[in-house]
T-cell receptor
Framework: GQQVMQIPQYQHVQEGEDFTTYCNSS?????IQWYKQRPGGHPVFLIQ?????EVKKQKRLTFQFGEAKKNSSLHITATQTTDVGTYFC????????????FGTGTRLKVLA | KAGVTQTPRYLIKTRGQQVTLSCSPI?????VSWYQQTPGQGLQFLFE???????NKGNFPGRFSGRQFSNSRSEMNVSTLELGDSALYLC????????????FGQGTRLTVV
C-alpha cells in the first residue's frame, strides 16, 4: 500500500540555523500539501504543490516537489522560535481516491 | 466566516461504551474527512465524506463509522471503545475532495479509561 515517509522524525536546531524535512513516497503523487501543527494545536495548511519540479516560497519557507513527483521537501531558512511544531506532508494519490495520507511528520524544536 | 467546529472538545469514556463526535464544516464546504491522531501513529485517515456519501475509508475496524448529513455536518461513531481508541480526533473540511486545502477543526480529545 501507499507509504509516505518523512525524515527526520525529530530535529532540534539553534535559532538562526536552517532546517529541512523530506517527504518520500513509494508511488507517484498527484499533488502534495504541507501542514504545520503547533504543540497543542491542529494542522494548518501551508501550501500545495502540483507540478513536477515545482518550487514555491513563503518568506523563509521553500517548498519543492520532485521531478518524478515522488518526493517533496520543506526548507526553512534562519529558523525562529515561532517555527516550532510538527510539519506534515500530505500527498494526494494519483488513483483519484482523493484521500490524503499524512506523512509521519517532523517535529521541529528551535532552541533560543 | 466561522471555522470548522468540533464538539465536544474533550470526552472521557469507559471501555465498552460508544461515543459520537460531531463536526460542522466551514459554510459551503461539502467535503469532510476524519483523522485519528496519536503520539505513536501520527495522523491516520479514518474516512472522507462528500455530499453525504462516504468516498474513502481508512484501515480501521468496523467499530468506527461515520455519516454526513445534507447540511454537510458529519458525525463519527466509535462503538465498544477500547483503551487504544484514546486519541485526538480531527475533522477536516474542504470545498471539494482532493485538490483544495483542508481546514482542520480543533479536534476532540477522547480518553478511554
Amino acid at each position: 500500500g501507499q507509504q509516505v515517509m518523512q525524515i527526520p522524525q525529530y530535529q532540534h536546531v539553534q535559532e538562526g540555523e536552517d532546517f529541512t524535512t523530506y517527504c518520500n513516497s513509494s508511488t507517484t503523487l498527484s499533488n502534495i500539501q504541507w501542514y504545520k501543527q503547533r504543540p497543542g494545536g491542529h494542522p494548518v495548511f501551508l501550501i500545495q504543490l502540483v507540478k513536477s519540479g515545482e518550487v514555491k516560497k513563503q518568506k523563509r519557507l521553500t517548498f519543492q516537489f520532485g521531478e518524478a513527483k515522488k518526493n517533496s521537501s520543506l526548507h526553512i531558512t534562519a529558523t525562529q522560535t515561532t517555527d516550532v511544531g510538527t510539519y506534515f506532508c500530505a500527498p494526494l494519490l494519483t488513483s483519484g481516491t482523493y484521500k490524503y495520507i499524512f506523512g509521519t511528520g517532523t517535529r521541529l524544536k528551535v532552541l533560543a | 466566516k466561522a471555522g470548522v467546529t468540533q464538539t465536544p472538545r474533550y470526552l472521557i469514556k469507559t471501555r465498552g461504551q460508544q461515543v459520537t463526535l460531531s463536526c460542522s464544516p466551514i459554510s459551503g464546504h461539502r467535503s469532510v474527512s476524519w483523522y485519528q491522531q496519536t503520539p505513536g501513529q501520527g495522523l491516520q485517515f479514518l474516512f472522507e465524506y462528500f455530499s453525504e456519501t462516504q468516498r474513502n475509508k481508512g484501515n480501521f475496524p468496523g467499530r468506527f463509522s461515520g455519516r454526513q448529513f445534507s447540511n454537510s455536518r458529519s458525525e463519527m461513531n466509535v462503538s465498544t471503545l477500547e483503551l487504544g481508541d484514546s486519541a485526538l480526533y480531527l475533522c477536516a473540511s474542504a470545498a471539494s475532495p482532493g485538490d483544495t486545502e483542508a481546514f482542520f477543526g480543533q479536534g476532540t480529545r477522547l480518553t478511554v479509561v
